[in-house]
């Protein structure tokens, strides 16, 4: 792998020699810091460049692209090749969602660093920028914390191979071992009420319910505040455990903490993924992307939007407790229509398969609109199944002859017109009941 970041880093810096760049970025975690990542290494070379997050790549997005710049996509467009391949524009890619050639390009000038293509290594796209950010120069090694931040925004801390763990080595980390419960900085009650993964059946969202299991917990204020997570003592975080364990069902929530410096201040990597990913699904990248920046201003507003986007979170996941959702044997149907926001949605999705609520294995589509079309979030509880999201969705939307799927065998998503609800719910309940049949 690390040849081919070599190879593509040699040829980005002969291709772009003197050349105008077009710079888009996913608006997730992983795509903002990827993105961020790629702002540094570019300034720092000295070229000229634009920058344009967006949530999907559509034809419009495709069409709007200047004609005369260099494009290089950052976390997306490994699901759009041949789109891609009717520009005339030199084109680098790094990715690492699923990615299918079913042909040789048609021509040169498309240079693509995805995993997918050389061997089955766990990176993301941030990861993947650093290294290449690295390879440009060691001077840039002060970007591995982006890195990280991307790495637990996508939710790939738990495995760490030989090319992760050396980045994390290179990261100003330190690393604690505890209740995934963030922020673990900020005072428990807090962290607690609004904890979303894990989410603690009468517990999240609920002040009252907090208070006993702290009560429970033997946990006591100090002042007028409780302690941080990472403030526990030995015992404390045991009695937590404990009483934390009596509310779900053997869902794994102990494991690393990260911490990290970030404006003079230790915070959790957790946290700010979620601040990130937060800007982002309402509405505003552009702080997220100048929080990665390093831009003060930038932290203040993005706290403000994190609050509120909470709030959002806890509202969405009481709605689909108190409504009847479409159930089998081995999925739910979640179709939320405007009461939750579509940018939200595959939030809530990632939360459910996450929590106790569903058996490991449970195929969760989660459905939202959006005006004129309706976005799916699909996800598989405990990531244990065979079944492959994209593939699925990809299936039933070739059916319905509209529509775009994209991401990863166990999360994925797609947009359909409002018009296809009731034909894609068939489709999909129609699927899953014969997969379960033949299973």
Do not use: W
């Amino acid at each position: 792998m690390l040849d081919h970041i070599k190879n593509f880093a040699e040829i980005f810096l002969k291709k772009t020699e003197d050349k105008k760049i077009q710079l888009i970025g996913h608006f997730d975690t992983d795509g903002i810091t990827s993105t961020a990542i790629m702002i540094k290494t570019l300034k720092r070379l000295g070229l000229t460049f634009s920058t344009k997050i967006i949530k999907q790549l559509t034809e419009k997005e495709i069409s709007s692209f200047h004609k005369d710049k260099i494009l290089v996509f950052m976390d997306l467009a490994s699901g759009s090749i041949e789109e891609l391949s009717s520009l005339k524009n030199t084109i680098f890619i790094i990715d690492h969602h699923e990615i299918e050639i079913t042909r040789p390009l048609a021509r040169e000038n498309f240079y693509i660093l995805n995993p997918q293509l050389y061997e089955p290594i766990d990176l993301c796209s941030s990861e993947l920028a650093y290294l290449f950010s690295k390879q440009i120069s060691s001077e840039n090694r002060d970007l591995s914390n982006l890195a990280i931040i991307g790495m637990v925004g996508d939710v790939m801390e738990k495995n760490i191979n030989k090319i992760r763990n050396q980045i994390i080595k290179e990261a100003e980390i330190e690393i604690k071992k505890g209740l995934l419960l963030y922020p673990s900085t900020r005072p428990l009650d807090k962290a607690l009420e609004f904890s979303s993964r894990p989410l603690i059946p009468g517990i999240t969202g609920n002040r009252q319910g907090v208070i006993e299991l702290l009560k429970e917990a033997g946990i006591e204020k100090i002042g007028k505040h409780y302690k941080s997570l990472i403030d526990l003592s030995e015992k404390e975080m045991k009695d937590l455990v404990t009483a934390v364990m009596l509310k779900m069902n053997n869902v794994e929530f102990i494991g690393n903490l990260y911490l990290m410096k970030f404006f003079n201040k230790v915070e959790d990597v957790r946290e700010l993924s979620a601040i990130i990913n937060a800007c982002s699904r309402m509405g505003y990248p552009e702080i997220a992307l100048l929080l990665c920046l390093g831009n003060s201003d930038a932290r203040k507003k993005a706290g403000r939007v994190y609050v509120k986007y909470r709030q959002h979170i806890i509202s969405g996941l009481k709605y689909i407790e108190n409504n009847k959702n479409i159930k089998g044997d081995n999925y739910v149907i979640i179709n939320a229509k405007n009461n939750i926001k579509d940018t939200i949605i595959g939030t809530i999705a990632s939360i459910l398969s996450f929590s106790s609520l569903y058996k490991e294995g449970t195929i969760i589509v989660a459905m939202a609109y959006n005006e004129t079309y309706i976005k799916v979030s699909a996800r598989i509880a405990g990531r244990n199944s065979d079944r492959n999201l994209k593939k699925l969705l990809e299936s039933i939307t070739n059916i319905l002859g509209r529509g775009k799927a994209g991401g990863h065998k166990f999360a994925a998503g797609c947009t359909i017109p409002i018009e296809d609800e009731e034909r894609f719910i068939e489709l999909i309940k129609k699927n899953l009941e014969i997969d379960m049949i033949k299973a």
